[in-house]
């Protein structure tokens, strides 16, 4: 909410004059012709609504980020085709008009900015919405719309579906960083066993939180903890190539996600086998160089 003055007011914002909430039907003339919940409709200038008036935007539509292309490669097929379908109907609530419909096509009876206020609309859409078999209440639908207005279609993929598994599982933290612990003691000792790691978790447990150390899971479950934890160490491998593993720097690269066209584009280069003069004479390989952009998946620049 914001109680200064927009540096724009625009068709479909809402505003609160007292406990009253209006809608801007229109901007005729550089006046400002409000609608009310009940219909009533009023026009006053920019300066008696934010001055005298003292009215409160409420709320401004606005354009939803563009898709994650990249992103969206990422999630079942299903949930990204059940996010265009949650993206028409917002999208009709916020403008009145559904991206599906024909070029020129008016707001439906319910769905239009300049006689509906933005909570009438979303309630229309609700009650439709029940009548197809999609029963949720308006704050879920509310939710939907604030994250879509906030991240696009990415903002309605189920979060459930991009949400990271923990490499711990559901194991309690404390033993899991106990046997991060104990993999790392591994390094200078002789190779052992899973049998003595899972004794060694014990006296760390033991140690750090006394009578009230977690119990140690199933040897199943701490077998496969192990596993996920000692991935890559020779823990239970080749001391040598443990120890030398121990010593490699970090790498420096890591994985980054993009989320928006342009936020991350990566540049390679590979010769290619075409045979060219260059411009002292001399024959050289031809070299293609491109660039792609990572959300989209596309090359904005290509050239040898």
């Not at 906030?150 to 106990?178: F, H, M, N």
């Amino acid at each position: 909410m914001t109680a200064s003055r927009p540096a724009r007011l625009a068709v479909g914002d809402e505003v609160r004059i007292g406990s009253v909430t209006h809608t801007v039907a229109g901007l005729p003339g550089g006046m400002v012709h409000l609608v009310d919940a009940t219909g009533t409709e009023s026009v006053v200038s920019p300066a008696e609504l934010f001055g005298a008036l003292g009215a409160v935007v409420l709320s401004s539509p606005r354009k939803a980020p563009l898709p994650p292309q990249g992103l969206l490669q990422s999630v079942p097929a299903s949930l990204a085709e059940q996010a265009r379908w949650w993206e028409q109907h917002i999208i009709e609530v916020l403008t009145g008009v559904s991206p599906e419909a024909e070029s020129g096509s008016v707001a439906r009876p319910g769905f239009d900015p300049h006689s509906s206020t933005l909570r009438q609309r979303e309630m229309a859409k609700v009650a439709e919405l029940k009548v197809l078999g999609h029963d949720i209440p308006i704050s879920t639908f509310q939710r939907m719309r604030r994250s879509y207005e906030q991240e696009g279609l990415w903002g309605l993929i189920d979060g459930r579906a991009t949400r990271q598994p923990s490499p711990d599982g559901r194991v309690d933290k404390r033993i899991a960083d106990a046997v991060r612990r104990a993999v790392a003691e591994q390094t200078d000792q002789s190779t052992g066993t899973v049998g003595r790691l899972r004794r060694r978790v014990e006296k760390i447990l033991t140690a750090e939180y006394g009578a009230e150390a977690p119990p140690l899971p199933s040897r199943a479950t701490f077998y496969r903890l192990a596993g996920r934890v000692s991935h890559g160490t020779h823990a239970f491998g080749s001391a040598r190539t443990r120890r030398s593993l121990a010593k490699q720097p970090e790498g420096p690269f890591g994985t980054v996600r993009a989320a928006r066209p342009g936020e991350w584009v990566q540049i390679d280069s590979t010769p290619l086998d075409v045979r060219v003069i260059l411009e002292d004479g001399l024959p050289d390989r031809a070299e293609l160089t491109w660039m792609i952009d990572l959300a989209s998946g596309t090359i904005p620049v290509l050239t040898a």
